[in-house]
């Protein structure tokens, strides 16, 4: 639920451009509307960049709970429609909305982010130099100074909360561990973790598996079917094999609008994916 701010621009269905900064809501927490089972909806969305058009009206819907893969070439616009669902960019046109009633297109980046809409980039962003426990301790307490957090008490629920993800990402037995010293596929679990730690309702995830072992891309695609349900995960990814261990609905993107979709079968054999992305 929003609360809008007595401004003659805050109405629906109206969104700002991409370079206008939202109007002032406030988000209560906890308010997500999910009476038609839809998490994220974007309808039309068009997003252009001097002169080029990066989303050409894009639309999408994320079921609440659903694991969805997102596939297509490099320039299809896939980091342009994340960067419009967490507020780093505001489209031209078009809507975006949060459960039936929050509309992306009007708040801030911290604002989604409380809202219950964490990212991660492809390359992994931990605190190296304190330990995997002390990051999902910094994560857990994310609008607190560094310094006061790591000398603040948690709370028993807080404490049990962080041992619950870590024992879910396979991290329980590096707690202590310097967060430097894990290999790459663990920082990428970790950096995971500390999304999971904030409780959000939909995680975006870029290209997760990058540079993991295969044993390591394995877990990551047990670890996401195991949250589908609980959370819903938007996958950005080039790996068929993980895209196909993922095991859900595959939306391809191509010149910024959805090219096909469906399971992974089906848009493989789709002659339109197979000469944009696929080839033969």
């Known amino acids: 639920m929003i609360q809008p701010a007595p401004d003659r621009d805050a109405r629906v269905g109206e969104p700002p451009g ?12 906890g308010a997500l509307d999910l009476t038609h089972n839809v998490i994220l909806y974007l309808e039309d969305i068009s997003v252009s960049f001097d002169g080029f058009r990066a989303l050409n009206r ?28 967490t507020g780093k960019t505001r489209p031209d046109e078009g809507k975006a909305f949060f459960g039936q009633t929050l509309d992306l297109t009007r708040l801030t980046e911290p ?3 409380h809202a219950g809409i964490g990212r991660k980039f492809q390359k992994p962003t931990v605190f190296e130099h ?13 609008d607190k100074r560094v310094r006061r957090t790591l000398f603040a008490r948690l709370a028993d629920d807080e404490r049990d909360r962080i041992a619950a993800v870590l024992a879910r990402v396979r991290l329980a037995a590096e707690a202590d561990r310097l967060a430097g010293l894990l290999s790459h596929g663990q ?8 999304l999971l730690v904030q409780e959000p309702r939909l ?13 390591e891309t394995e877990r990551t695609a047990e670890l996401f079917v195991s949250l589908a349900g609980t959370h819903s995960l938007v996958v950005v990814e080039h ?12 939306t391809v993107l191509h010149e910024g609008a959805v090219l096909a979709e469906g399971d992974l079968a089906t848009v493989q054999a789709d002659e339109r994916v197979i000469e944009v992305y696929l080839g033969r």
């Open 239 to 250: 790996d068929m094999s993980f895209v196909a261990a993922l095991g859900g609905k595959v």
């Open 203 to 215: 995680l975006l995830l870029d290209e997760p598996v990058a540079g993991m072992t295969d044993e």
């Open 111 to 113: 604002q989604i982010a």
């Open 130 to 142: 304190h330990t995997v426990f002390e990051n999902l301790e910094l994560a857990l307490k994310a």
């Open 18 to 29: 991409h370079r206008d900064r939202p109007s002032g809501h406030v988000v209560v927490p």
């Open 58 to 85: 894009l639309s999408l819907a994320i079921d609440a709970g659903e694991l969805r893969a997102i596939i297509g070439p490099n320039g299809a616009g896939k980091t342009t429609m994340m960067d419009v669902i």
């Open 187 to 194: 920082k990428q679990w970790l950096e995971i973790a500390m």
